[in-house]
């Protein structure tokens, strides 16, 4: 089992940056294969940013120049770093491990882009 803890989230204006954190335990021993996802009402769930399993990272197109993602390994932690904040942006925002087969999520947070 793995367990997921997330922080983070919350309102932010359009143009402003929010820095969101997953700290993984459990069976897990590596960032590899850990992300975000998000998901508005009504739409699949959806990568934003993740480390592949066997190494390098994969960026939503839209999250491309204004995301980052981090991890820290021997915390099994990530990051995503978020600039240039836009509307569309809010969803709720889920932590994601893909560990021997399985997903485990995060509870999920809710970040809204609003002026």
């Known amino acids: 089992q793995v367990q997921l803890v997330e922080s983070g989230g919350g309102l932010v204006h359009p143009g402003g940056s929010l820095r969101l954190s997953c700290a993984a335990s459990g069976n897990i021993y590596s960032t590899n294969g850990m992300g975000w996802y998000r998901q508005v009402p009504g739409k699949r769930r959806e990568v934003v940013a993740r480390f592949l399993n066997r190494g390098g990272s994969y960026y939503k197109d839209s999250a491309k120049g204004r995301f980052t993602l981090s991890g820290e390994n021997a915390n099994t932690t990530i990051f995503l770093l978020m600039n240039s904040l836009r509307p569309e942006d809010t969803a709720v925002y889920y932590c994601?491990?893909?560990?021997?087969?399985?997903?485990?999520w995060g509870q999920g947070m809710q970040i809204t882009v609003s002026s």
């Open positions: 994601n491990a893909f560990v021997e087969g399985t997903d485990f």
